[in-house]
């Protein structure tokens, strides 16, 4: 393990303050608050699609298409909002992104609520939510160490993420009802409106309360200077990889629930929306011990991946919805973890310099990689059934596992080596030296002795 990662291991243990450390914050305590009314309409949003897109009669694979086209801005345009949450204030820039978002989300329900929405509408739809997500997402990442500092850092990602998941017991069960009473666009118009909560939070913080973020200037190169700089940080680069593989195949349950509710145990949006609220449930208990624990690291991480992966495993084979459901609590309790374990990695790994750009990288890694692994998952999900969608994501989170096991094995190998030549060089070096001071006291014929003896002063 290189100095670096265990810098990042160790850094968590000195956070104080236990579990709900970072809400002393007052202006992270006000962000979150916005957030979590804004997420439960984003969740909300988030069943409503899926569910519009199957009752405009699409298959398993256009559900996939129709989220990749979601996710595709972030996979493309995600590196770029990262270079501009690096060189721009990101709390301005926040409110931009929330202002497009709800936008897009108002269209889609005076789409829906006229009756004139149309699949290539939807997908329209889709892909300008997923451009304001591209800036969104490197830009609000990198604003929580601006509320908090690097101490909380840990702590109030994690209850970040703990308040997306309690989202996503509140939004799906009120999509439920909503779907039921007024249609999907009710869900779209109530997500329209509770980016306004976002948009107070940032309105009201005391900006002198924020931690320094010198904007860097604009240079050519600083796009590639990004990629190099992962490239050759150990500490970043085993977790982005493993969030490229696991973001792929495995975090693609806005494909494959909805046909594991409907095609495997004959379910409604209803189904659907139980088996989302589990995973927030679960989710949240296991963030709490997250924010509790507060262990990352690389090592730590792939731990997480393989429980992920095994959960995973056990969500495929459960035979009855009520198992199906308890198993949906367990996977999201591992998921949260495994989420929260790479981003206060990540961030804490990074240069703050070089931060909105690598959390840019984390994001295409969990969401641009959707484009990608949405129209596979929907594929094998349609073709061999929904369990094949979950035993591919098992495959996708043990093996992200695996490679981080082997290359923690590989850099500890190559770390004692780089040790073992190093104290080879020191003992060589020595012998060297001992060996040029017995050459000095040894008389050499045709010279003088470099060393001469010191002759006692004569006395008168």
Partial sequence: MTLQMEKVAGSASKATGGTFAALRVPNFRLFLGGQIVSLCGTWMQTIALGWLVLSLGASGTALGLVTAAQFLPVLF?????GLLAD???RRRLLICTQVGSGLAALALGILDLTGTAQLWMVGVAA???GLCNAIDNPARQSFVQEMVGPEHLPNAVTLNSVAINAARIVGPAIAGVVIVLAGTAGCFLINAASFGAVLFALHRMDISALYDHP??????GQLRAGFAYVRRTPALRVPLVMMVMIGTLSYEFQVVLPLL???TFGGTAATYSLMTSAMGAGAVVGGLLVARRRRIGPRALSLTAMTFGVILLLAAAAPTLPLEI???VLLGATSV???STGNATVQLSADPAMRGRVMA???VAFLGTTPVGGPIAGWVAQAFGARAGLLLAAGAAIGAALYAFGSLRATAVKGMAVKGMAVKGMAVKGMAVKGTAMKGTRPDPGRLSPIRPRVPPRRG
């Fill in 326 to 328: 308890a198993t949906m």
């Fill in 87 to 89: 060189r721009t204030d």
């Fill in 361 to 363: 990288l984390w994001s």
């Fill in 77 to 81: 345009f995600g590196p770029y909002g």
């Fill in 337 to 339: 973890a495994f989420i």
């Fill in 261 to 263: 509710a409907r095609e």
């Fill in 215 to 220: 904007p860097i200037h604009r240079a050519p």
């Fill in 127 to 129: 892909a300008l939510i």
